[in-house]
């Protein structure tokens, strides 16, 4: 191991301190949720100071005063104090702020356009990562522990994160909300891949790694290293002794650069999963942010499935459907997934193509996808996606209709995360 990578090593017993930028946290009944999972991942969740007279002046330079709402004006403040913190010459603050948390309310339109623009002064004077949320009443610790672990994975661990190629012979495992994959490579190359739908988590894993070992024709004591990702990943960590335990975000955004060949640059990585999406943007493979969304299943893998059963096919088959379909014949409603599916539902009762109601529904998720998640992002190109919903082939070119330029789907798209844990798992043999 190298100095650089001894010295961040090291840091791994430091404490992260996260700067939150937010607004509404204590009124939303949500502040106490953030704080818990800032400490279960080893970070401390600050804010950052302002006083009243600099809510004035931040204001005033932003051009524009939230009337009615102190509380986007003071998050507004706090923003700028990050920024200005990192970049004033005569402070020594540097390394009091090592990652950014913005939230807001997901009902509050003026708090969605804030955060962007938060977001955007931050990026534009320092090269902290940073994460956005927008929380409901209900959300919870364990929502949030996968965008809390990113940061502090980012920040303790980026020397991982800038590797380029697979050494040795490395398996990973990928324990996803419906589907455990796990992918062995070797010198670059992979040698096998499956999965299987999750039920138990444990003997699932040990079922798709007897396989996959079975496929690449390898013994499980042959293994150099083992990385592991996914909802599951924590439980796995201990059952199979792994080598890297690393939550998704950034195991995707760095295999999602590898499969397709970009080295460096620029990317914006979309994984539209079972219950949840991610849209990450990386430079060199290393994200500098990223978002997440689950609020209403109608913007999932969920959606295709529950679509593709009423139709009679399995999803794959319904994403060729889509290709011949026009999914502007059918009115759906892409906010919900049960009145979703009430509406594609009457579609079909009313005598509509099955082939317009396929191609509906793959709008309808992207165009979720795109509203709910991409206002926290800056779009950029090449755009990625992955994921199993990449293999729907009306998904990536419904993708493709909204952003206005094409989106690539790299190979092994589904096994995203376990090519990723066999990447990076690959620093620790």
């Known amino acids: 191991m190298c100095n650089a990578e001894k010295a961040e090593e090291g840091k791994d ?193 040990d079922k798709v790694f007897s396989d996959v070992l079975e496929i690449a024709s390898v013994k499980k004591n042959e293994i150099e290293a083992l990385g592991i990702t996914g909802y599951g990943r924590h439980a796995l960590g201990e059952r199979f002794k792994a080598d890297l335990v690393q939550e998704e975000l950034t195991v995707n955004s760095k295999a999602a650069m590898y499969l397709a060949g970009i080295k460096k640059g620029e990317a914006m990585i979309i994984d539209i999963g079972g219950m949840d999406n991610k849209i990450i943007t990386a430079n060199d493979g290393i994200p500098d942010n990223f978002t997440m969304g689950g609020i209403c299943a109608g913007a999932s893998g969920r959606f295709l499935e529950m679509t593709a059963r009423r139709l009679g096919v399995d999803v794959i088959e319904m994403g060729k459907l889509a290709l011949e379909g026009d999914p502007q014949k059918i009115a759906t409603d892409s906010y919900c997934i049960v009145f979703g599916i009430q509406d594609l539902v009457a579609a079909l009762s009313s005598g509509a193509r099955k082939t317009d109601i396929a191609a509906a529904a793959c709008h309808s998720v992207v165009e979720q996808v795109k509203e709910q998640l991409l206002q926290e992002i800056d779009l950029r190109q090449p755009a990625i996606e992955v994921g199993g919903t990449a293999l729907i082939a009306g998904v990536p070119v419904a993708m493709s209709d909204e952003l206005g330029f094409n989106v690539i789907v790299p190979p092994y798209p589904q096994y995203i995360g376990a090519v990723g844990g066999a990447l990076l798992s690959s620093s620790f043999r």
């Open 13 to 205: 017993k430091e404490r992260i301190r996260i700067a939150q930028v937010s607004c509404g946290t204590v009124y939303g009944n949500v502040q106490h949720e953030i704080e818990k999972a800032a400490r279960e991942v080893g970070a401390e969740i600050f804010l950052p100071e302002v006083d009243l007279e600099y809510v004035r002046e931040k204001a005033y330079e932003f051009g524009y005063e939230m009337k009615n709402s102190i509380g986007l004006n003071v998050a507004l403040a706090r923003g700028y104090a990050v920024a200005e913190s990192i970049t004033d010459a005569d402070t020594d603050t540097d390394a009091e702020i090592d990652a950014v948390f913005v939230a807001g309310c997901y009902r509050c339109p003026r708090g969605a356009i804030i955060r962007t623009e938060i977001r955007k002064i931050i990026q534009a004077r320092t090269t902290l990562p940073i994460v956005m949320y927008p929380f409901s009443e209900r959300t919870k610790a364990g929502e949030l522990l996968t965008r809390m672990e990113a940061l502090v994975t980012i920040v303790k661990r980026r020397w991982i994160l800038e590797r380029q190629v697979q050494e040795g012979l490395t398996a990973g495992i990928d324990s996803g909300s419906t589907t455990t994959k796990a992918v062995i490579m070797q010198d670059n190359e992979v040698l096998g891949a499956t999965w299987s739908p999750t039920r138990e988590v444990v003997k699932t894993a």
